[in-house]
T-cell receptor, first 119, second 110 residues
Framework: GAVVSQHPSRVICKSGTSVKIECRSLDFQATTMFWYRQFPKQSLMLMATSNEGSKATYEQGVEKDKFLINHASLTLSTLTVTSAHPEDSSFYIC???????????????FGPGTRLTVT | KQEVTQIPAALSVPEGENLVLNCSFTDSAIYNLQWFRQDPGKGLTSLLLIQSSQREQTSGRLNASLDKSSGRSTLYIAASQPGDSATYLCAAEGANNLFFGTGTRLTVIP
């Protein structure tokens, strides 16, 4: 099946710094990418949806100025957590969908996730 | 490595029927089991979360069970409605990752 990678897999940063997480579709063109986060003992929750070349659509309660999403190409989306605080510590997962290459229509292909710890 | 499988891959039922979706996982050392709904072109919607210490969770017409020892979870949908038509995904959370199943595409026929 289609493959999505995420980098880094783990990151520890100090409070107040910014962290960028990359999500790449390796063998297909991702027209849509989704960003999720999961806090401990809670369900995975959708943060935002981004279509290539367009501004991301954020779910209610997710601050767009804090979680900057860039989907500038069909194979790369980035999530930047700006001025990170300890409460932003979470597991962040991206997924991608597309209709080219190895991707089936409307299927979501998930990255392996990034565990962010803010100290 | 954890492997999560969902059976059947697709299911069609008439409106009003009760149905069961199955999820199996190979490594019983999980933190929790989650069920999601996916509509075409949309992000996942969380339905139910069962912690590893729990046996089941209920929300409205949905009931999810977990049997860690046998590596199985089921999602029961009562009195199905056309609006329930979607793809349902389960995911098992391990120490450092969330492992998704292949999904069951449900169609509820009016």
């Amino acid at each position: 099946g289609a493959v999505v990678s995420q980098h880094p897999s783990r990151v520890i940063c100090k409070s107040g710094t910014s962290v960028k997480i990359e999500c790449r579709s390796l063998d297909f063109q991702a027209t849509t990418m989704f960003w999720y986060r999961q806090f401990p003992k809670q369900s995975l929750m959708l943060m935002a949806t981004s279509n290539e070349g367009s501004k991301a659509t954020y779910e209610q309660g997710v601050e767009k100025d804090k979680f900057l999403i860039n989907h500038a190409s069909l194979t790369l989306s980035t999530l930047t957590v700006t001025s990170a605080h300890p409460e932003d510590s979470s597991f962040y997962i991206c997924s991608a969908s597309g209709t080219s290459g190895r991707a089936l229509p409307y299927e979501q292909y998930f990255g392996p996730g990034t565990r962010l710890t803010v100290t | 490595k954890q492997e999560v499988t969902q059976i059947p891959a697709a299911l069609s039922v008439p409106e009003g029927e009760n149905l069961v979706l199955n999820c199996s996982f190979t490594d019983s050392a999980i933190y929790n089991l989650q069920w999601f709904r996916q509509d075409p072109g949309k992000g996942l919607t969380s339905l139910l979360l069962i912690q590893s210490s729990q046996r089941e969770q209920t929300s409205g017409r949905l009931n999810a069970s977990l049997d860690k020892s046998s590596g199985r979870s089921t999602l029961y949908i009562a009195a199905s409605q056309p609006g329930d038509s979607a793809t349902y995904l389960c995911a098992a959370e391990g120490a450092n990752n969330l492992f998704f199943g292949t999904g069951t595409r449900l169609t509820v026929i009016p």
